[in-house]
């Protein structure tokens, strides 16, 4: 029997240098499948989050920041000005070892925390970002992941309406028992999904979150641990014959981290029957079980 596994990575962006990716996978990087979520138009606090102090740090600093430093915090940088990072993706796309996924729009921190639980951002402009990956890296972007995967309700609508896949951690976010109520109603296939999840043993790792198809994947990154993480990536695809598990290159060049992470691929990659996938073909595989 194959056993599907999906590895993610998230937040390359515009400043990403492809040698950190190179390092932070070493011989992995163009062997195993990776499916990489890149910010199609970074803002300055995708960085300033992973300074001490975090969310609150941020939000502090934005009030006495000058106007200058403002400006510069606020400035929008495409993905695909990054020549370097251009050319490295979209070999390794070409040759079916990357897939691009979209991840959000800016990936702007505000005062409810990750970009889409801070108010509306439109199938328009999450159009134009898809778009620009698609051209930067010349290839079809059909995955979304939620910055912090973390998305309001609301939010998910517009992914429905481009046909986007959701690939994320947590729940969708609903921010009153009326919106959830709501969403039942407008959105019965969730009610089902859950029902024959939690009454009827369905298995399948493809999940059906107001209307949109959704997987979920282990952080590698709560963990750091390679005996953890197996532990529960073994025994998910023990129960369905899928699992996945996303991380972060920045993460992976820390302490150690990416010694780690490779040791549990080379673990992983010892299961019998185990093939590393992209998320399209995950989402396909997992859709038709
Ligand atoms: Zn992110």
Known sequence: MTRYICIRDDDANFFT???ELRKAYGENWGRIPLTLAVIPFVHG???????PGGLE????WEKSASPEELERYNALHPAGDNEALAKELSG???EGKVEIAQHGLTHRYASKGPELMNG??????IQEGRR??????KCRVGVFIPPGNMIDERQTLELKKLKLNMFSSWPVWYPSVRRRALSYIRYPGTVADVLSHRLLGNTSPVRNYCGVKTIHSIIFDAYDDEAAVFALALAELEKTGFTAIATHYRHLLKDGNAGKFAALLRRLGEI?????VTASEYIQKASGK
């Not at 509306?120 to 402009?125: D, G, I, P, Y």
Request: no cysteine; charged share 35%.
């Open 132 to 137: 620009h990956l698609e051209e930067t890296f």
């Open 272 to 276: 019998e029957g185990v093939k590393f």
């Open 92 to 94: 390794l796309v070409r």
């Open 45 to 51: 606090s995708d960085a300033k989050i992973l300074e």
């Open 17 to 19: 240098d492809p040698a």
């Open 120 to 125: 509306f951002v439109s199938a328009e402009k």
């Open 57 to 60: 740090g941020l939000l502090e």
